[in-house]
């Protein structure tokens, strides 16, 4: 288990310096070596709402946050909700508050895990956001990519409900026992994205929810989190969150750090200075 470990005293020293010290070091290294501890312990934990998984090859990690913000849990930083592998899910699901309406987790697809943690955690729900091919070397090949899916969708309860995205025709098919609602441009999805533009280079949707229309202004940048944003408000809106209400708290989602985030910097000509907004 701990045969990647460095044995020599300069190559341990680097390898926590990659992580910000040992004492990061041995807190990730718990983690990603304890999900067998981990795994037991979080059937101990109390469950007062559902546990939901949120699933895909891209998107994951900023659906998960607007799930957590809309549903009233708070959005921790980029490295705790980017962690989707190993120890780390079950950590995420121990670490969140006891009176938690809802259990969002960001979980893995490309190393085989998505079953594990199928079968040891036991999802209520689920939202699967897009298949693609960037894990496929991991996986084998695509078809396998789409089973991890197909194997999450068939093991949800009757009870419980499954966010897929309709403009994914590798997803559409899948069967499921739970209750199926569907986001996307198809004309025919549950939460249908009218439109996606730039408001002030923020990202603004028009969806249509249950025969109404809601505009959600955001503070993302990119049109391709129009997916985000109806997956996000269409879960909430199945747990119980109010559609109006869902829809403001998306407005005050901020940005995930790394992930498209504005920054000021500085360029120095040789006449003077002049100020830059740039963005990745």
Known sequence: MFSSVPRDRRALQQLADVHGGYIRL???G???????ILLALSHLRPRRGPVIFIAGTQGKTTTLRAVRHLVGLPVGVWED???NARGEVPWNLLRMPWAAPALPLEVPDGNGELGLFTDRLRPDA???LNVGREHIGLLGSFEAAIAEFQRLLAALPADGFAVVNADDPHLVGLPSRARRVTIGWAPAADVR???AQ???GRLRVDLRIADSTHTVRTQLIGLHYAHVVAAAVATACLIGVATDVAVARMGTLPITPSRLQPFPSVWRS?????RMSIVW
């Open 26 to 28: 041995f807190k990730w």
């Open 193 to 195: 994205i009218l439109a």
């Open 126 to 128: 689920a939202v699967i």
């Open 30 to 36: 718990g983690l990603f070596y304890g999900r067998g």
């Open 198 to 200: 730039r408001e002030d």
């Open 81 to 83: 909700s980017n962690t």
């Open 270 to 274: 040789p006449v003077r200075a002049r």
